[in-house]
């Protein structure tokens, strides 16, 4: 299974709604992960399932999507936001991740 | 607290080979699959196997099948990524992650902070 995100990377402003696209080559349900990760630092999960949010992870960030698209909608950019996101897919045999896509400051 | 703690950096030369530690500690360690991560410099992430710690089965990525071995030592919660033959392209950092609750199909909810590992003659 390959996971392919889009963009690569974009550039925002604090208080921008931010969008990413996440595309499965074939059916995945919703076993969809997004993570952020910050520059030397370990990757954080946000998103399971494709929707759920993980505990403290803010609101502004949702995730939407089942069979082969899904987004993650990053609402009101803060500063804090600024890193790189992956999707994921998980499954009983194998995890794939998307290339990452790298959210700068414009 | 709730963590993965991994071990330090490491610089090998071509053709070593190197065994990272992960220990987990604040939850019960055999509960939760491992898995390990690979993060070449600049670039994605990309799994490399994992394991069940209660029973120590293990499976690989087809892409790192061979040329890693992933075992657990339950009686002191530590997982570890040994590696052989190193190259100069297993320049990387190396993350060890504990899947989101009890099932291998399952994201990652716990991190380890990273282990360098810097291959170089």
């Known amino acids: 299974i390959q996971m392919t995100q889009s963009p690569s990377a974009l550039s925002a402003s604090v208080g921008d709604t931010v969008t990413i696209a996440c595309r499965a080559s074939e059916n995945i349900i919703n076993w969809l992960a997004w993570y952020q990760q910050k520059p030397g630092k370990a990757p954080k999960l946000l998103i399971f399932d494709a929707s759920n949010l993980m505990s403290g992870v803010p609101s502004r960030f949702s995730g939407s999507g089942s069979g082969t698209d899904f987004t993650l909608t990053i609402t009101s950019l803060q500063p804090d936001d600024f890193a790189t996101y992956y999707c994921q897919f998980y499954s009983a045999y194998l995890w794939a991740f998307g290339q990452g896509t790298k959210v700068e400051i414009k | 607290e709730v963590q993965l703690m991994q071990s330090g950096a490491e610089v090998k030369k071509p053709g070593d080979s190197l065994k990272i530690s992960c220990k987990g500690s604040g939850y019960t360690f055999t509960s939760n699959w491992l898995t390990w991560v690979r993060q070449l410099p600049g670039k994605g992430l990309e799994w490399m196997g994992k394991?069940?710690?209660?029973?120590?089965?293990?499976d690989y990525s087809p892409s790192f099948e061979g040329h890693v071995t992933i075992s657990v030592d339950k009686s002191i919660s530590t997982a570890y990524l040994q590696l052989s033959s190193l190259k100069e392209s297993d320049t990387a950092m190396y993350f060890c992650?504990?899947?989101?609750?009890?099932?291998?199909?399952?994201?990652?909810?716990?991190w380890g902070q990273g282990t360098l590992v810097i291959v170089s003659s």
């Open positions: 394991i069940d710690p209660s029973d120590s089965y293990t």
């Open positions: 992650v504990r899947h989101f609750g009890e099932y291998s199909s399952s994201s990652g909810d716990l």
